[in-house]
């Protein structure tokens, strides 16, 4: 055997990788933005969000990009009535987590009625990114009709 090939150092791999991995959630973003959001995927059918390199539930690098499914389904929200200083202007709102497919997105809900009894368990959503005022960006939820 001659495997004198020294290729694929680790160190080099490792600050390449955590260079990609810094940016990644922005570009997630611009994904998502742009309908083409994703999950990283492992054979186990585990789902998250870049940036990752190892799957956060058992641990697998063997990561892909899936598309995530287009619309998604309401799990739990809960109204802020108090928000902190770089939201009070926007209170009350909706925070919520929705399952598209394997992957669990927070963000905030819109274009509903920031009232408990008014928001349905099971709502199904499609995903966007909101530009805030300071610039920063973040997923919103909007209801959708399916057919
Ligand atoms: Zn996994």
């Known amino acids: 055997m001659s495997e004198d090939g ?4 680790v160190d080099d791999g490792e600050s390449a990788a955590s260079r990609i991995a810094n940016t990644g959630h922005d570009e997630w973003l611009d994904a998502l933005a742009a309908s083409e959001g994703y999950a990283m995927a492992c054979p ?12 956060p539930e058992c641990g ?3 990561l892909s990009e899936e598309p ?5 389904t309401l799990r739990t929200f809960t ?5 902190s200083p ?3 202007a926007d209170v009350p709102y909706v925070t919520a987590i929705a399952e598209f497919g394997p992957l669990r997105l927070t963000g905030l809900l819109r274009d509903v009625e920031p009232i408990d009894e008014e928001i349905p368990i099971g709502l199904s959503v499609e995903a966007t990114v909101e530009t805030r005022e300071n ?3 973040t997923v919103a939820f909007h209801p ?4």
Do not use: Q, Y
């Open 79 to 83: 109204v802020v009535h108090v928000g």
């Open 68 to 72: 995530l499914p287009s619309t998604g």
């Open 60 to 62: 697998s690098s063997e």
């Open 6 to 9: 020294v290729g694929d150092d």
């Open 135 to 137: 610039g920063s960006r």
């Open 44 to 55: 186990n059918g585990h789902a998250s969000l870049p940036p990752r390199r190892v799957c």
């Open 144 to 147: 959708v009709d399916v057919p």
């Open 86 to 88: 770089a939201f009070a």
